[in-house]
């Protein structure tokens, strides 16, 4: 089974919101990480003052096969096409450690799936 890293970007505000759409739709946990957006000149400052910068990572590690329920669910349920919400991307893992508990999770959904 393969796993992806599956990376949301968006405003302090809507990272709650964004963790709880994800774990309805199967996501265990995820790691977030404060950021600051660059942005156009003409958007990043008033009388020098940044303006509305501030971002948070939202990082969940998937199972491959969960990826698609979540990241259309991520996507429509958190106004993604609305501009300056925040965007989603997704990468390969090549190796991943330290999954024990959400491999025991794995293990027992497929159980049920296939018995």
């Known amino acids: 089974m393969g796993?992806?890293?599956v990376v949301v970007?968006?405003?302090?505000?809507?990272?709650?919101r964004i963790i709880l759409i994800a774990q309805r739709s199967g996501a265990v946990g995820a790691t977030v990480i404060p950021a600051r957006g660059i942005a156009t000149p003409e958007n990043r400052s008033f009388l020098g003052l940044a303006l509305d910068n501030q971002r948070d990572l939202i990082l969940f590690l998937l199972e491959e096969p969960l990826v698609p329920g979540v990241t259309r669910a991520v996507h429509l349920d958190g106004d993604l096409d609305t501009p300056g919400t925040g965007m989603l991307f997704v990468l390969d893992v090549e190796q991943a450690l330290g999954l024990r508990e959400q491999l025991a999770g794995v293990e027992t959904e497929i159980r049920e799936q296939y018995n």
């Open 3 to 5: 796993w992806k890293l």
């Open 9 to 16: 970007t968006v405003r302090p505000q809507l990272t709650e």
